[in-house]
């Protein structure tokens, strides 16, 4: 019914930029967050960065100042804007839908993209 779909990964060197996109669609009438997770091999998956409906933000510390998160125009979509990458935050990103609405049910849903490869190397 909802599918996140994530673009944007990519071979990076150290310090260097890569932003990355985050379209979600199907049956949604509504998306009360989104926001970005990673996991490393071996690794628990951690927060990056969250974006609510209202534009709040919250970024995990290692990422103040570095990182940017968004919402597009259109509402269902969101980029992180990733500057200054170091050689430990190779990952699998991942896009997450929080509390979702769908146009078919009164529930709240929690949906998950498939993920892009973030690998900083030089």
């Known amino acids: 019914q909802v599918q996140l779909v994530e673009s944007g990964g990519g071979l990076v060197q150290p310090g260097g930029s890569l932003r990355l996109s985050c379209a979600a669609s199907g049956n949604i009438f509504s998306i009360g967050a989104m926001g970005w997770y990673r996991q490393a091999p071996g690794k628990q998956r951690e927060v990056v960065a969250q974006?609510?409906?209202?534009?709040?933000?919250n970024y995990r510390d290692s990422v103040k100042g570095r990182f940017t998160i968004s919402r597009g125009n259109a509402k269902n979509t969101v980029y992180l804007q990733m500057n200054s990458l170091k050689p430990e935050e190779p990952a699998v990103y991942y896009c997450?839908?929080?509390?979702?609405?769908?146009?078919?049910?009164?529930?709240?849903?929690?949906?998950w993209g498939q993920g892009t490869q973030v690998t900083v190397s030089s």
């Open positions: 974006i609510t409906s209202g534009g709040n933000t």
């Open positions: 997450n839908a929080f509390g979702v609405r769908l146009t078919t049910s009164w529930n709240e849903y929690n949906y």
